[in-house]
């Protein structure tokens, strides 16, 4: 009775063991390489070495001390590692790839924005002209109206002349109309497409700006180490 409780207890206890253990994340601080170790303390054999930017689970911490675990590459480490080399936020470096992957994935879409940009100031120009043809058939129709109007012998004659002559006045001036109204999307477009290209290039420069500070940062710690 006493081994099988024994037994029990012992399986208990692997179980406990082995069961998911509440980590937190952390990195290994800026511009440091650090000794993973089988036990806290610097007498213990080194597991491995930690490069600056590598994430580990805190699984535990004590005596200034942390029990770290690391995956990477498929192989999972676990060892000690001193609790002032490791920090809560992603190394400025890691942070400074990130900001300049941003900014050429900005620089692509600025690049397809002015592509568009020119699309839409060609087709505005090309409606710029169409505008200026239709309100030229416009005053050519408005002084047929009225010569036909001063020259006609006969009233039916003159009113079937007009009214034809004021269908097809309507439909131009309908067509003008819409012409204009295009042409002032198109002028609107244009106007929030260099501004928003204005602030794509700004956005650009502040992100390059920010991964270049970072970088002069880290270079300036590295030489103080």
């Not at 994935?105 to 600025?110: A, H, R, S, T």
């Not at 100031?121 to 169409?130: M, Y």
Request: glycine share 6%; aromatic share 6%.
């Amino acid at each position: 009775m006493k081994k099988s409780t024994l037994m029990i207890a012992l399986v208990l206890c692997l179980a406990a063991f082995d069961g998911p253990v509440r980590a937190d994340t952390a990195y290994i601080t800026d511009s440091f390489e650090v000794t993973m170790r089988t036990g806290p303390s610097t007498e213990h054999k080194i597991v491995a070495m930690l490069s600056s930017g590598d994430a580990v689970e805190v699984l535990e911490s004590r005596e200034g001390w942390s029990l770290v675990r690391q995956s990477k590459k498929s192989i999972v480490r676990e060892g000690w590692v001193l609790s002032r080399y490791l920090i809560r936020r992603e190394p400025w470096e890691t942070r400074a790839r990130a900001a300049l992957s941003e900014a050429e994935e900005l620089k692509i879409k600025l690049n397809r924005l002015e592509a568009e940009l020119r699309e839409a100031l060609s087709k505005s120009g090309r409606l710029e002209l169409d505008l200026k043809k239709a309100g030229e058939e416009l005053d050519r129709l408005k002084a047929e109206h009225q010569e036909l109007l001063a020259g006609s012998s006969t009233y039916l004659a003159l009113k079937k002349t007009h009214d034809a002559l004021q269908k097809e006045l309507d439909r131009t001036t309908a067509q003008l109309k819409k012409t204009q109204h295009e042409h002032m999307l198109l002028v609107a477009a244009k106007r929030n497409m260099w501004f928003l290209s204005g602030a794509l290039v700004l956005l650009f420069g502040l992100l390059l700006g920010f991964g270049m500070g970072r970088a002069q940062k880290k270079q300036r710690s590295t030489l103080r180490l």
